[in-house]
């Protein structure tokens, strides 16, 4: 059984994911984060029948899970201590936003106005694909999803 966190669980990819890990048998959700609806159950905020208690992001801790999804809106400048503190625990991360996608800083620049990535960050980042093919994830622990898949 995977244990697993999921930070930012009250917004549009955070509740569809919680409804497919939900039905995962191989699947406990450990914990899930929100903003303002912090100290809330999940059935008080959205129509969805789950125990599921919403903390604040300091209140959980990920070395309780295998793996953390991160569904904050992209260039959050909090998604990036989210992620450091997650690995430094030996938990993976799946990033939903796009913040960590492009490498290249001139390219970031371009698409997204001002970068707010640390470059240490970076190396132990893995690229998803549109082919679903990813490399490296096991030892490197970081994957950014991409938006468009096939
Ligand atoms: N990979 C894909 O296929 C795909 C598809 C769609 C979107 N995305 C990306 O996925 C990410 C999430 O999108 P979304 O539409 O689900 O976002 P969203 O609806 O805006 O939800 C964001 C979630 O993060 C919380 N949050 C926002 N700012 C925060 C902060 N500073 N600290 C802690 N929690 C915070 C929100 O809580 P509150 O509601 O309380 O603010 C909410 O729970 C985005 O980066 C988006 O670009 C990816």
Redesign the pocket.
Known sequence: MARVGI?????????ELINVLSRHPGVEIGFA??????GQLLSEVFPIISDLRLAA?DEVDPATVDLVFT????N???LIPIVQRALAAGAKVVD????FRISDPQVYAARRGKDIRRQSCLPRRCTGCQSYTVSGFGRRGWLP?????R
């Open positions: 930070y930012g669980a009250t917004g549009y990819t955070g509740i984060t929100a903003r303002s609806a912090a992001v569904c904050l809106p992209h959050t400048p909090e939903f936003s796009d913040t999803i991409p938006v468009v898949t």
